[in-house]
T-cell receptor
Framework: DAGVIQSPRHEVTEMGQEVTLRCKPI?????LFWYRQTMMRGLELLIY????????DSGMPEDRFSAKMPNASFSTLKIQPSEPRDSAVYFC???????????FGQGTRLTVV | GNSVTQMEGPVTLSEEAFLTINCTYT??????LFWYVQYPGEGLQLLLK?????DKGSNKGFEATYRKETTSFHLEKGSVQVSDSAVYFC????????????FGTGTRLTVIP
């Protein structure tokens, strides 16, 4: 089992550029979650999907952030335009059902300069 | 509201030393409590959990007891190994899914030979 796969592992970009983070959940899992981890705020849930449908995006910090899940095996988190304060580690997680154990990817470390 | 407070790190111990990482929580009702571990370069993994007061979660020699009277869920291990070096996160949830998880800020443990 490959687990949750995120790409890229590291991303360095200039302020104002568009950034796209990618996630492949575990096959058969119906729920997908995007988290952001910073020193100041710890781990925060940004958005989660159930059966490819966004259920709760109240954690998305602002309109510059958007997430999509076009099919059961792929999701993207996009930041446009990016800002230095978006620098963080972004985790994707998936679970079989909404309330079952979540499995996390290795994360994408984003640095916006 | 829901929140988790865990002891500041980093923690450095010698191999075979006793480990305690403190965690206290604030929550309405009766949450489930979790410890997650993040090994270098990897995503978060569920280490142990407890779903009701006085439950003890255990795994890989680690233990934590759900103490409602002190709203605590301290992580302990009697004899740490170098391979235990990681970041440990305390979390609470009203359900098991990642959409309900509230994480602490994490405690980095380094075990030296």
């Amino acid at each position: 089992d490959a687990g949750v796969i995120q790409s890229p592992r590291h991303e360095v970009t200039e302020m104002g550029q568009e950034v796209t983070l990618r996630c492949k959940p575990i096959s058969g899992h119906n729920s997908l979650f995007w988290y952001r981890q910073t020193m100041m705020r710890g781990l925060e849930l940004l958005i989660y999907f159930n059966n490819n449908v966004p259920i709760d995006d109240s954690g998305m910090p602002e309109d510059r952030f958007s997430a999509k899940m076009p099919n059961a095996s792929f999701s993207t988190l996009k930041i446009q335009p990016s800002e230095p304060r978006d620098s963080a580690v972004y985790f994707c997680a998936s679970s079989l059902l909404r309330d079952s154990e979540a499995f996390f990817g290795q994360g994408t470390r984003l640095t916006v300069v | 509201g829901n929140s988790v407070t865990q002891m500041e790190g980093p923690v450095t111990l010698s191999e075979e030393a006793f480990l305690t990482i403190n965690c206290t929580y604030t929550a309405t009702g009766y949450p489930s409590l979790f410890w997650y571990v993040q090994y270098p370069g990897e995503g978060l993994q569920l280490l142990l959990k407890a779903t009701k007061a006085d439950d003890k979660g255990s795994n890989k020699g680690f233990e934590a007891t759900y103490r409602k009277e002190t709203t605590s869920f301290h992580l302990e291990k009697g004899s740490v190994q170098v391979s235990d070096s990681a970041v440990y996160f305390c979390a609470l949830s009203r359900g098991a899914g990642a959409n309900n998880l509230f994480f602490g800020t994490g405690t980095r443990l380094t075990v030296i030979p």
